[in-house]
């Protein structure tokens, strides 16, 4: 699950962090590249020792170049983070997005709602935080079916007494 509860469920302060999935690790990363690599360069081993191979060559790499291109910026989108602090008196909510800038929400904890739009929001099931005048989006970046586990856990959170 891309978020947890960092702290205990019955301390008096409690903290969320939510990320992105990261289906490719490194290792994965450095594997589908090498094989992207060695399929494109099957084709090519009939025209070993002809002039053609080094017509062909850069674009061989160029394709090669452009997955590695491509991956890499998927990797630097998916760098966020979200972290949802609610204590005894505050809910405090800290996005991070992939080009380090940080943005806050903060509200009385008593009167923050969470909303849950399930067709009217840019993804299914769009869970947001309103308070203080604003309301800010939570966990967009889930699944659908995160998505709605989330909101009940917000439920749970934010309705318990402390």
Sequence with gaps: ??????????????????????????RGFAAFILT???MILIPTLTLLGTVLLWGM?????????????????????RQIEEVLTI?????????????????EWQC?????KVT?????????QYVTLRGEGREVEIGSFLSEEERIELYEDLQRSLNRDI
């Design 57 to 77: 060559l850069p674009f061989v790499m160029m394709a090669v170049i452009g997955v590695y291109i491509a991956l890499q910026s998927n990797h630097k989108s």
């Design 108 to 112: 009385n904890r008593y009167w923050t």
């Design 116 to 124: 849950k739009y399930e067709n009217d929001g840019p993804v299914p």
């Design 36 to 38: 992207t690599f060695t």
């Design 1 to 26: 699950m891309p978020y947890e509860w960092t702290t205990a469920p019955d301390s008096a302060a409690q903290q969320m962090r939510l990320w992105p999935h990261q289906s490719l690790p490194a």
């Design 87 to 103: 204590d005894s008196q505050n809910a405090r909510l800290t996005h991070t997005t992939p080009k380090g800038e940080v943005k």
